[in-house]
Nanobody, 120 residues
Framework: QVQLVESGGGLVQPGGSLRLSCAASGITFSSYDMGWHRQAPGKQRELVAVITRGGGTNYADSVKGRFTISRDNAKNTVYLQMNSLKPEDTAVFYC??????????????WGQGTQVTVAS
């Protein structure tokens, strides 16, 4: 059974920092691209950052220079370090694990989400 369990969300003041963690089980973690997505109230879910199985990273323009995604394959965990947080970063953050096979089959798993609220 695949599980992605996020932690680290909470309430933080503007300009503050949080580190989200996502612990994966039931998958060969090192074979998956891992991503963080978020969904603000009334908005569509959007990609925040992704780290490939090879360690390459990509970020949404809105978080470049403020957020850093990393992974620890020995701990089956992906992290999102969020600095200089803004009220518009308020959202539920979701962890995603994705793998596409050579034949085109896609494995795609999601965590339950963790709330991040940036407010004074």
């Amino acid at each position: 059974q695949v599980q992605l369990v996020e932690s680290g969300g909470g309430l933080v003041q503007p300009g503050g920092s949080l580190r989200l963690s996502c612990a994966a089980s039931g998958i060969t973690f090192s074979s998956y691209d891992m991503g963080w997505h978020r969904q603000a109230p009334g908005k569509q879910r959007e990609l925040v950052a992704v780290i490939t199985r090879g360690g390459g990273t990509n970020y949404a323009d809105s978080v470049k220079g403020r957020f850093t995604i990393s992974r620890d394959n020995a701990k089956n965990t992906v992290y999102l370090q969020m600095n200089s947080l803004k009220p518009e970063d308020t959202a539920v953050f979701y962890c995603n694990a994705n793998r596409k096979t050579w034949s085109g089959y896609e494995y795609d798993y999601w965590g339950q989400g963790t709330q991040v609220t940036v407010a004074s």
